[in-house]
Nanobody
């Protein structure tokens, strides 16, 4: 079983910064892809950014140049540094992990979500 815990959300003014963290634990053999999704009220969940085990990153166009995703493989953690935040970044942010457990079965696990509110 893979457990995922996010932290770092909160209220920030437009133009401000926040750093989200996500920690994985459990019967993990490897985590191939670590990512962040978000869901704003009344909208579908969308991929914000992800990072492969080799460090290849992908971002949604709306956050390019403002957000940076990184990972610490030894600690089984992924981070999302969010700068120049805008009100339209307001959403619940979810950590998503995809990999293999110690039984060599694929897994995909989600965190419980952390709320980011950008408002003056």
């Amino acid at each position: 079983q893979v457990r995922v815990v996010e932290s770092g959300g909160g209220l920030v003014q437009p133009g401000g910064s926040l750093r989200l963290s996500c920690a994985a634990s459990g019967t993990i053999f490897s985590i191939n892809t670590m990512g962040w999704y978000r869901q704003a009220p009344g909208k579908e969940r969308e991929l914000v950014a992800n990072i492969s085990i080799g460090g290849i990153t992908k971002y949604v166009d709306s956050v390019k140049g403002r957000f940076t995703i990184s990972r610490d493989n030894a600690k089984k953690m992924v981070f999302l540094q969010m700068n120049s935040l805008k009100p339209e970044d307001t959403a619940v942010y979810y950590c998503n992990l995809q990999g293999y457990d110690t039984g060599y079965s694929r897994f995909e696990s989600w965190g419980q979500g952390t709320l980011v509110t950008v408002s003056s």
